[in-house]
């Protein structure tokens, strides 16, 4: 059940996200955009009582590399900005990209409060590219 979660939106820049074979960084992170269908500010509040787990899926043969790991909220301030936003992230672990392709990725969130579960992103794909790397990973 998606419930009132249904009008917010979940951006990444792109839809894409490019990382290197056999790192760890960049995080990955989504931020949650104000479409104006709802209260904002309720979003933030409902994700502090919330589940997150993220699940990222091989393109090429629709297996799972990652399945439902804890994912991470990330609370974001900025100067000049009232209140704490959120976005909610994703740190990967050399196992999970040591292998390069095409992934598709998503994030499940479990609401406590109201017990509805929302999948994002929700209008668009996101898709994880693992490139090789120019050096070997043990000079790092």
Same mark, same amino acid.
């Given at each position: 059940m998606v419930g009132q979660y249904q009008y917010y939106q979940f951006?990444?820049?792109g839809q894409n996200f490019f990382i290197r074979k056999n790192s760890e960084l960049p995080l990955l992170q989504m931020k949650v955009i104000n479409d104006g269908r709802s209260k904002y500010k309720k979003i933030f509040q409902n994700l502090e009582n919330a589940a997150i787990t993220?699940?990222?899926?091989?393109i090429s043969n629709g297996t799972y590399k990652i399945y439902n790991k804890p994912a991470l909220i990330i !609370?974001?301030?900025?100067?000049?900005? !009232?209140d704490i936003e959120y976005y909610i992230g994703y740190k990967f672990n050399k196992r999970e990209t040591n292998k390069s392709g095409?992934?598709?990725g998503e994030f499940k969130i479990d609401f406590f409060d109201d017990d509805t579960s929302l999948i994002v992103p929700i209008y668009e794909d996101l898709f994880i590219n693992i490139s090789d790397s120019f050096i070997g990973s043990d000079f790092c």
């Open positions: 951006n990444l820049m993220f699940s990222m899926m091989d !609370p974001v301030t900025c100067e000049g900005c !009232p095409n992934y598709k």
